[in-house]
């Protein structure tokens, strides 16, 4: 018992080593071209590519290295990992990326509370930190300062917002996102697949992940596709003294980034497990005879 339980922790010890890993690096490229002002959307990607990577080798023969929420419990619905181990895996991954958002706030802490003294978070720089839709780096005019701490001015921000970014289509494209990231994720580890290769896994998710960026997620919903991106620093921010709830006054953190995100990482694994996985087995099949 006591040797399963070492066991146990080792990998939800692994999952907090991988996902400090991810935003480290991640996280640490957008807040430091957002304090710079000098933001570069290629060295972003880039960084967030190789956190991914990086990660998955550190801790992938451990854990698995799901450092993400949403690949965790799109492993249990398909019964690749034991349910016992869905609320662990979260929390460490969430612990982890708050560890990381410490660390930068350690770093660039001095500078932020210069721009924006604690408690309130202008979203730009909240932004660096986690993901907001729409997204303020693109879309400044839509995230007034004076409104963001004034519970009085919400109602303002919302129709504001609301008129040209409705909560479903931020919904729907974290929903697609994760579907799509869940189906590279499973294409390359699942040892029944064609493209299955251990060695070549990281980089084919690491180019997953950053895919969103390359497409449309970045300038929408700033592509979290991962709870843990979002909630960890949001927590860090919070201990360091910010009101991060703020951010919420949609609910986005529920209806953009939390529920569709789960689901579509789930439909995703289920797309994979009952209609490609079947289907390239029959190609397989065909192509023998």
């Given at each position: 018992m006591s040797v399963v339980l070492k066991g146990s922790l080792w990998r939800y010890f692994a999952e907090f080593v991988g996902t400090f890993i991810l935003i480290l690096?991640?996280?640490?490229?957008?807040?430091?071209?957002?304090l710079?002002?000098?933001?570069?959307?290629?060295?972003?990607m880039v960084s967030w590519g190789f956190g991914v990577v990086l990660a998955i080798y550190a801790v992938g023969p451990i854990s698995g290295a799901h450092i993400n929420p949403n690949v965790t419990l799109a492993f249990a619905v398909t019964k690749r990992i034991k349910w016992v181990d869905v609320i662990p895996y979260i929390v460490f991954q969430i612990l982890g990326a708050a560890a990381a958002a410490g660390v930068l706030l350690a770093w660039w802490g001095g500078v932020i509370t210069r721009i924006d003294p604690p408690p309130f978070l202008y979203a730009n720089i909240g932004a660096a930190f986690f993901t907001q839709y729409p997204e303020p780096g693109f879309w400044p005019?839509?995230?007034?300062?004076?409104?963001?701490?004034?519970v009085s001015g919400a109602g303002i921000l919302y129709s504001q917002v609301n008129?040209?970014?409705p909560l479903w289509k931020g919904a729907f494209a974290e929903a697609l996102m994760t579907f799509l990231l869940l189906l590279i994720v499973l294409a390359v580890t699942d040892p029944d697949s064609p493209f299955y290769?251990?060695?070549?896994?990281?980089w084919a998710i690491g180019i997953g992940y950053v895919m969103p960026f390359l497409l449309f997620e970045a300038q929408l919903t700033g592509g979290m596709i991962n709870e843990a991106r979002s909630w960890g620093p949001m927590l860090a921010l919070y201990l360091f003294g910010y009101r991060t709830g703020a951010f919420n006054f949609r609910g986005e953190y529920f209806y953009v980034y939390g529920i569709p995100?789960?689901?579509?990482?789930?439909?995703?694994a289920l797309f994979w497990d009952y209609v490609l996985k079947p289907y390239l087995r029959f190609v397989k099949n065909i192509n023998k005879k």
């Amino acid at each position: 018992m006591s040797v399963v339980l070492k066991g146990s922790l080792w990998r939800y010890f692994a999952e907090f080593v991988g996902t400090f890993i991810l935003i480290l690096f991640g996280d640490g490229a957008v807040v430091a071209s957002t304090l710079t002002s000098q933001p570069s959307f290629g060295f972003i990607m880039v960084s967030w590519g190789f956190g991914v990577v990086l990660a998955i080798y550190a801790v992938g023969p451990i854990s698995g290295a799901h450092i993400n929420p949403n690949v965790t419990l799109a492993f249990a619905v398909t019964k690749r990992i034991k349910w016992v181990d869905v609320i662990p895996y979260i929390v460490f991954q969430i612990l982890g990326a708050a560890a990381a958002a410490g660390v930068l706030l350690a770093w660039w802490g001095g500078v932020i509370t210069r721009i924006d003294p604690p408690p309130f978070l202008y979203a730009n720089i909240g932004a660096a930190f986690f993901t907001q839709y729409p997204e303020p780096g693109f879309w400044p005019q839509y995230w007034p300062k004076k409104y963001l701490p004034n519970v009085s001015g919400a109602g303002i921000l919302y129709s504001q917002v609301n008129q040209v970014f409705p909560l479903w289509k931020g919904a729907f494209a974290e929903a697609l996102m994760t579907f799509l990231l869940l189906l590279i994720v499973l294409a390359v580890t699942d040892p029944d697949s064609p493209f299955y290769s251990q060695s070549l896994a990281p980089w084919a998710i690491g180019i997953g992940y950053v895919m969103p960026f390359l497409l449309f997620e970045a300038q929408l919903t700033g592509g979290m596709i991962n709870e843990a991106r979002s909630w960890g620093p949001m927590l860090a921010l919070y201990l360091f003294g910010y009101r991060t709830g703020a951010f919420n006054f949609r609910g986005e953190y529920f209806y953009v980034y939390g529920i569709p995100d789960f689901i579509g990482g789930i439909l995703g694994a289920l797309f994979w497990d009952y209609v490609l996985k079947p289907y390239l087995r029959f190609v397989k099949n065909i192509n023998k005879k």
